[in-house]
């Protein structure tokens, strides 16, 4: 079964198509409505392929980072281009398995006509993903079916990451500098966010709480992979981050995971939101990163229910500490990278004595 973010990319693309269909049947009286599918299908590809930064990713940054009375004309003369380039590639397929009577010539023309209606669907679809962008792509569809119109108890996995140093950042550079900054870093998130199936559901300051419901994001350790991919990529881009900003972001990370209450709340603006212990105690154990010292801290609780840690990380317990609002001391450790030990799933005999060597500060 397809992921719930990839069935959305899938949904998007028949639309598209079946968008092409519509056009062959209006405008060509349904002469090949396999035609108009094809041509549906190539110009929806090709523009969702620019828009999501699978192809020419490099222009797309740039034009994003334009000002606002550069940035309109620059993007639609953008998917103009993907619109001509879509339809030269459906027109080939067309022309090649013999859909039309049209020779090549005029099977990958660009008419006005044709160029209208793509950039009136194109115009629809992008708002639509727009405001899944906005708000969070499991959010938008939770919203959309009214999964959480009356309240859920759910085990979820949370992630917080804080950017460190943004209130000096601010104070040097002046709010609007530090409010791009802080936007850059959470575009960054982004993708790894998305490739480890997590939904990031809402931004406080500068600390952005993402979470998986417990299954998913337990399944090959997605919570913990994505906290490192996340630090790779910055650190791969870092010559990039001093050129732009003079400094390379620094996160911290706490993970915990439990049971909430999940709810859709507000009325003139909608929002999911979390009610229970897992949030507030993910919220203190970020807040103890600082003075133990490390930068990435998880909660016993969640490292236990860990099938495995991805290749290369290991834990180190920290120990058990007092929490503020919390009756009983919490475990907690942090998670290093390792360069000749790879962490291996967890025998049965193993994981009855696995807190007992943390404890003892043994490394697996």
């Known amino acids: 079964?397809?992921?719930?973010h990839r069935w959305f990319w899938v949904f998007i693309l028949l639309v598209t198509a079946l968008a092409g269909v519509v056009y062959n049947i209006i405008?060509?009286?349904?002469?090949s409505p396999l035609a108009g599918l094809a041509y549906g299908l190539c110009v929806g590809a090709t523009a969702l392929a620019f828009d999501r930064g699978l192809i020419l990713a490099g222009l797309q940054a740039r034009i994003r980072r334009l000002p606002a009375v550069l940035f309109?004309?620059?993007?639609?003369?953008?998917?103009?281009?993907?619109i001509v380039l879509g339809n030269a590639m459906g027109g080939l397929v067309v022309w090649t398995f013999g859909l039309t009577n049209d020779p090549l010539g005029?099977?990958?023309?660009?008419?006005?006509?044709?160029?209208?209606?793509?950039?009136?669907?194109?115009?629809?679809?992008?708002?639509?993903?727009?405001?899944?962008?906005?708000?969070?792509?499991?959010?938008?569809v939770n919203l959309l079916v009214g999964r959480y119109h009356r309240p859920v108890e759910e085990e979820r996995i949370f992630l917080f990451l804080d950017v460190v140093g943004s209130t000096a950042f601010a104070e040097t550079h002046g709010d609007?500098?530090?409010q791009e900054y802080l936007s850059a870093v959470f575009a960054t998130l982004a993708e790894p966010v998305r490739r480890h199936m997590g939904s990031t559901d809402d931004y406080i300051g500068d600390l952005a709480m993402i979470t998986w419901p417990m299954r998913r994001g337990l399944q090959d350790a997605r919570c913990v992979a994505c906290v490192f991919d996340v630090l790779d990529k910055i650190e791969a881009e870092a010559?990039?981050?001093?050129?732009?900003?003079g400094t390379v972001p620094?996160?911290?990370?706490?993970?915990?995971?439990?049971s909430v209450v999940t709810a859709e709340v507000g009325v003139d603006r909608h929002k999911i939101a979390y009610f229970g212990d897992a949030v507030n105690v993910t919220a203190r154990i970020e807040a103890l990163c600082r003075p133990l010292g490390v930068n990435i801290l998880i909660s016993q609780d969640l490292l236990d229910r860990l099938p495995a840690l991805p290749p290369g990380i290991q834990a180190r317990s920290l120990g058990a500490h007092a929490l503020r609002g919390r009756g009983q001391?919490?475990?907690?450790?942090?998670?290093?990278?390792?360069?000749?030990?790879?962490?291996?799933?967890?025998?049965?005999?193993?994981?009855?004595?696995s807190q007992a060597r943390r404890a003892a500060g043994l490394r697996r």
């Open 250 to 258: 620094r996160l911290r990370a706490a993970l915990h995971g439990g």
């Open 72 to 82: 309109v004309p620059a993007a639609e003369l953008a998917y103009v281009a993907m």
């Open 239 to 245: 010559d990039s981050w001093i050129a732009r900003f």
């Open 106 to 140: 005029e099977a990958v023309r660009m008419t006005p006509r044709v160029l209208t209606y793509a950039l009136a669907v194109s115009a629809l679809l992008v708002f639509v993903i727009r405001m899944r962008d906005l708000i969070g792509a499991e959010v938008f």
């Open 27 to 31: 405008f060509a009286a349904g002469a």
């Open 176 to 178: 609007l500098r530090a």
């Open 329 to 353: 001391p919490l475990s907690i450790a942090t998670l290093d990278r390792t360069v000749d030990e790879v962490v291996q799933p967890l025998r049965p005999l193993e994981r009855v004595s």
């Open 1 to 4: 079964m397809l992921p719930q």
